[in-house]
């Protein structure tokens, strides 16, 4: 519940502007990291992401019935060897955010995520909501899937996506800490930006994400709600059509995030397989896993600023 300056609960309205300017300042996007050119010289950046999540959305939640675990268990039986091959036809790379218990469950995904090229990501450890979270138990569940991952793949992940695609009081400091290059969980910009909390610049890279290049919202649903929000897959590859065709007219970024589980049956597959031929019709296209993006936009924070790395207009007159 929000509190007021001193403590007790209050609604919003009440609120002093130190207050709600506090809040909103606490963590802010900063400079805007797009080069002039993408490597290669490219047009645009196309950065392809899957959250191989697979059975521990309901285990998170304390959910262990087996047509529950089989709905997540289908993203690694069939969902991630088809992306896996889709990927290798098209032969581009792409980043696979995984839950340590997800690794720990499947093993021999996580190690064919890095054998074929792909970046393996930090995604928590059993997809825990980390905003619910104390500071002590974010930390160290944030480290364990950092050494879980490295474990079972020899190499150490430099970026995160948490899974609640948020930041308790505690995340950024916890990425600091733990040495991350990068995160991908916020929605403040279309393009890579530095994180600055409280006006102070961070030096993390942020790839924004958005529900828009999510697979969820458009083809997920709960038994028992009352929300079937069924999209036609091909409704869903005009919309990140055209997400693709404003990045490459833009110069900036296509990022996508994608599930195993979701975007991985048949008839849906053809949404990510019918946007990947899109893609490849045009030239100058720079595909890239976010951990390269993320140096990309790295090599702009040590630049000077130009027209492409500020924002379009002043956040505020203070
Ligand atoms: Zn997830």
Do not use: C
């Not at 480290?143 to 308790?168: H, N, Y």
């Not at 404003?246 to 053809?270: K, N």
Request: hydrophobic letters at 40%.
């Amino acid at each position: 519940m929000p509190t007021d300056d001193s403590g007790l609960p209050a609604e919003s309205w009440r609120w002093t502007e130190q207050t709600w300017r506090g809040h909103v300042d606490a963590l802010r996007a900063g400079r805007r990291l797009v080069p002039d050119r993408w490597p290669g010289d490219a047009r645009v950046a196309v950065a392809l992401s899957f959250d191989s999540d697979h059975e521990t959305i309901p285990l998170r939640d304390g959910e262990t019935s087996p047509g529950r675990l089989a709905q997540g268990e289908y993203g690694a039986r069939v969902g991630a060897a088809r992306i896996l091959d889709l990927l290798a036809r098209h032969r581009v790379p792409a980043t696979f955010f995984m839950p340590a218990v997800s690794a720990l469950i499947h093993p021999e995904e996580a190690r064919a995520y890095t054998a074929d090229g792909h970046e393996l990501a930090v995604h928590g450890w059993i997809h825990e909501r980390n905003t619910l979270l104390g500071r002590d138990d974010e930390k160290e569940l944030t480290a364990r899937a950092l050494d879980t991952l490295e474990t079972l793949t020899g190499r150490r992940p430099v970026g995160i996506r948490t899974p609640s695609w948020d930041f308790s009081d505690s995340t950024l400091d916890i990425m600091l800490e733990l040495g991350f290059a990068y995160d991908s969980s916020l929605m403040a910009d279309d393009e890579p930006y530095e994180i600055v909390a409280t006006g102070r610049p961070t030096g993390l890279v942020e790839i924004p994400v958005d529900w828009i290049r999510d697979d969820a919202p458009y083809f997920t649903m709960d038994r028992y709600g009352s929300v079937r929000p069924h999209s036609r897959p091909r409704d869903v590859l005009e919309i990140w059509a055209d997400e693709f065709d404003a990045a490459y007219r833009d110069g900036g970024v296509f990022q996508l995030t994608l599930h195993p589980h979701v975007i991985g049956h048949r008839s849906r597959l053809v949404a990510l397989s019918g946007l990947l031929d899109h893609i490849a019709a045009h030239p100058g296209v720079w595909f890239a896993t976010h951990a390269q993006l993320a140096d990309s936009a790295r090599a702009v924070l040590a630049g000077p600023t130009t027209s492409r790395s500020v924002p379009h207009a002043p956040e505020h007159t203070p």
